[in-house]
């Protein structure tokens, strides 16, 4: 199968590679020339544009950063719909807005394009290893088309409903994580501060009901002191505007995420937004320091 894939980078680039790994040819265009580099030893071919990816492509994947970069790459003067034909599956991957996701996918079915949207959860490890949860909005017919393709990528994959649907559970799942890490980060800075041993109070919680997998993972490269990015801090500062724009257009009230979205601003205040998301134990050490 010709598969175009646009955003090769921290997670596209793996994801990309798995497709190739599987025995399909892979059509790309990067701003980058770099980015291209890991792709001259599989079946891939570079192209001048999104337009061009899309002549070649059965299905075209994107992985950018936001709604702007989506936009640009498939409705701009030279993305993707000015050369697709109709009938060509887009599978965005981005965490976007959902209107805007909605909008896209208007956008595309007017031109006789399908549309999904896919984002990921499972950060830069899960993208290598092929491990990544994807949530997908979209038509079931085109979804199941497209599912031996994301089970390159992912193990746990979910149509959630129709198009825009896969962004509103990404946004469910970032309150959660940011929330969580959150958490976890509060509750180690408030055991070192009272001369306890974090580790020690890391394995009872995983014991009982504090027990979450942000506990065992993002916990431990907490103690590791490991902020080495797998989810960078300014990804889920974006990714937590989203859902506060989602709340204010909804009027809904989300404290809990509210004040995570206020820590993630701190962060990359702070000059820790290349960091990982971790990292807000470094923030709330620095808060609280009599130094």
Known sequence: MHIGFIGLGLMGRP??????????????????????EPFKAVDAHAH?????????????????????????VVL?????????????IVVDMSTINPN????????????????LDAPVSGGEIGAL?????????GKPAVFESVRPLFEKMGKSITLIGPVGAGQVAKACNQILTGVGVLAVAEAFNFAAKNDVDVARVREALLGGFAYSRILE??????????????FKAWMHQKDLRIVMEEAHRLGLMLPAAAATAQ??????GSGMGEED???ALKLLEKIGSAD
């Open 48 to 72: 001048i544009s999104a337009a061009a990816v899309a002549c070649h492509a059965d299905a075209v994947f994107t992985m950018v950063a936001d709604a702007p970069d989506v936009r640009e």
């Open 277 to 279: 998301s971790v990292c």
């Open 129 to 137: 290893d092929a491990t990544l949860t994807i949530m997908v909005g």
């Open 217 to 230: 993972n993002h916990g431990q490269r907490m103690l590791e002191r490991n902020f080495k990015p797998g």
């Open 100 to 115: 805007a996701a909605r909008e896209i996918g208007a956008a595309l079915a007017s031109k006789g394009i399908e549309f």
């Open 15 to 36: 994801m990309a590679l798995h497709l190739a790994q599987a025995g399909h040819t892979l059509h790309l265009w990067a701003r980058r020339p770099a980015a291209l």
């Open 263 to 268: 820590l993630f601003n701190a962060l990359v």
């Open 76 to 88: 701009g003067e030279s993305g993707i719909a000015s050369g697709a034909r109709r009938g060509l």
